[in-house]
């Protein structure tokens, strides 16, 4: 069996997008890309590719996977030849041999992990240099919160404490090496790089701690250092706390110029915060933003540095889907010291008053009405209401609407009243179309519509244990929780079992749960399961909500007289009888 280590590699080098988009001309709509299906005739597309989950999956004909399955389907090969395809296709050696670097960059994450314990252990020491670090980190305007958060610490001014503490946890040299944490000098011993710094972990998408930034406490040379680029780490293909800003739901990202603008908008509450990597924006960074964010706004020191960063990064992004805004920043050299000077809230305030696509929309609105009129005001008040309604942000709704507020002097407690009830509809309305696609696109047979208003059984059991599946696979943070109350056995879906039971086994044993480490695990027909769930809820975030509403779901149904897999076939297939019927009897009174 190939390695685990060794296949996340090459999904991890071989984007979906790019390989598919070799055999199939693919066109991008927003986060996804489409076009016409390699595995059936058709004239207008129905095959999607979804770069957030690395899947595909053809809503014509039922063909789905990862890169891998993709791969092996397309040229008619089996699992381990399509590997060997795809390790050719980024210059990767042959599996066998890179066992070895997988066990080489699991080790690395690891010393990295220790690393970064100790660098917060030293922070919190009671020598005088830890008083210094301490006291730099304060002076920046970070509380302990944050501290601890961004797992931030110090290193020690020393050329071997660091080396010795790690020798001391039992790696080896070479591996101590191969972090890039430790250099060996001319005479041939080994010693720290980081030395009298203070010290920020860069951690990649699924929280594993690969870099290190340190910055010296005063105003001495090199002020800044990083880690070098290593097996774990790719500067150009890494975009600092992108792994905090992909889990909020607001997909206005602010792009700032360095770890500690980020760091301290993070403390002022603004979580999209994301900067490049010590080194000026890539075409892999902006790709990797395209994916999560639907607008980033530049925000650069205003110096000319940062003036012609800010022109280059818009070039960068000309191509992309994203809306790209630009913000000036008056009366301070970069947001962190605005934000000293004049507190968060003006600066949300300066951010949400970038030229937007909002306010255009706005503006285009107010020409149609007289706001001498009553009637106009209050029909103009409606209209942009819906706007607001679905924009995701509170705040960029509260603005507005104190905006819109002074302009028709109606009261701001009237308008946020409606404003609340109509963010409500508008979640509703996005259900509920969500649905409709969902029932048309021919999986209503499995489904019962969720929250249908008045339906007691509006939830399907076979609906819960699928999104279920989905839920953790989108969101691996809830997979501990649902493994704590979740015996697999109770669940009813075949399939559905499988692949639960692969995603906790993933998860024991530590391998990141993604589509492609669990198609080493299960059959390519629940493979395609899973890729046409994902690709039918890829608009959904999954809330806990949800998941603790699947999870009652499935605990309401386990059958009384025992689980479903004490049943034989014939009990089982009556008691898919019994929910089918269910669901005839109760329309959904669509
Ligand atoms: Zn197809």
Redesign the pocket.
Known sequence: MIPHEYIEEVVRRNDIADVIGSYVQLKRKGRLHSGL?P??S?KTP??YVYPETQSYY?F??G?GGDVITFIKNINNIDYVEAVKLLAGRAGMPEPAEDDKVGRMRSRVLAINKDAARWFYACLNSSTEEAKQARAYWRRRGLDDKTITRFGLGYAPNDFRATYLHLKDKGYTDAELLESGLVKRSEKGNLYNIFRGRVMTPIFDLRGNIIAFGGRVLDDSKPKYINSPETLVYKKSKTVFALQVAKKSPNRRYVLCEGYMDVISMHQAGIDTAVCACGTALSADQVRLLSEYADEVVLCYDSDEAGQKATARSLELFRNSPVKVGVLQIPGAKDPDEYIKKYGAERFRALLDGTGNALEFRIGQVRKKYDLAQDKDRLDYVKEVLRLLADRNSPTEREVYAGRLAEETNISKTAIMTQLSDEVKRAGYRRRTENQKKLLHSGVADTIKVPYQAGGQKALGVAYAEQMLAVAMLREPGFIPGVMQRLDPAVLVMPDMKQAVEAIFRCSREGIAVSLANLGAMLPEQTMIELSRLVAQSSDVVPTQKDVEMYLERIAQSTPKSGSANKMTDQELAEYFQTLKNRKQGNPTGR
């Open positions: 299906c595995f059936h058709e129905s095959f053809c014509g004909c063909s």
